[in-house]
């Protein structure tokens, strides 16, 4: 069961309907408005994870663009504007004043599914974000006054308020992401938007019209550089980039302007751009997969961040900062502290700061029976396997799938919170799940 609800404003009551059918054939739950009274009527009564939206509304006090406006001073719901008049003015103007997404009528039925699931999709990562940084999880990698993790305080607290591109390198779980939004708060864009995107989990087809967005076969879509307008554009793993791809964002960051694929339209380019690596970017250049014009383009001030390992003076303040965070009504979770120092003394952290948090979280779900050695008795069988004599990339394959279902089976299925564990986004995982060919029944 999808469990998501959806609010159809539109006043041909045949094509509202069939949206509806749509939608229900997909396991959305749906109410049908036909005015922009009876719009605010439904929205004021309920919490819809979507608003499919028509320009056009006879008999109607608001049309299309006004129900947008009043619903924008109040509410972040996805919208996906529809119009059977529409042209690129109308479709520019809705994106303006907030809409997700612009379908013109007639639309496939893939079409809109398609939207539909995408806007849901990306609005739901961006609540879990928020829902985050309310929560501090974006803040521990800073708690501890070691000298190499104040000597990132220094660094960040010199360039946040510049404008200077920024590449930052540390190994996975160091929390470069942290770093990224830090530099975010503290700079004159923290009013605009940060959007983070993970190259390396991008598809190779897709990347461009991701980053520059679109205007195709009735569709329009906005690029993360356009929404990233006043804000921050965070790209992780940026190494990962195809060159043709290196080569558009070269042209970018020179004109300092764009223009969606598709379209001739140019748009200004007004946002920071922050960059990170788990890869020496150099040793990418020698190699030819990584553009050194590009390189010094982004690498203009670089912030190279310590492993777990490599700053256990911390560890204590780590370690007492993720028991608060995760005890919940758990008040008796102090004890885990000397448990957990003792148990990993002479631990080398190869997950660093996120290992150290998923341990910690999972002390506490399980309680003071929790074992370890039995919770991955499944992984040590996979570890005696004879995967030596496969290809790396087969062997890895292999890894990722026995590694992907264990977890997916260790929280019963439940998608948001293997997603969590793992340090992945809930999006990225889908699409993982499914290269992989794990299509077990996945609860959100």
Known sequence: MNNKTILIIDDEIDIANNIRAILKDENYETSIAYNSTEAFNYITKNNYNLIILDVWLDNSELDGIGILQKLRETSSTPVIVISGHGNIEMAVKAIKEGANEFIEKP????RLLLSVSRSIELYEIKSENDLLKQKGIYDYNFIGNSISINKVKNIIKKVAPTTSRVMIYGDSGTGKDIVAREIHRNSKYNKGPFIAINAALMEPENIEKEFFGYNENEVSKTGYLEAASNGTIFIDEVGEMPLQTQAKILRVLTDKSFTKMGDNKIIDLNCRIICSSIQNLETLIEEGSFRKDLFHRLNVVSIQLPKLVERLEDLDDLIKYFVELFKGENTNSAYLIPIIKSKYINYDWPGNVRELRNIIERHIILGEKYDEENIYEEEKEFSDQNVISLPLKNARK????????????????????????????RSALHRKLKQLGITEDLKK
Not at 415 to 421: L, P, Y
């Open 107 to 110: 639309f496939s039925t893939e």
């Open 398 to 425: 292999v890894f990722e799938k026995h590694y992907l279902q264990s977890q997916i089976n260790r929280f019963d299925g439940n998608i948001s919170k293997t997603a969590s564990f793992i340090g992945m986004e």
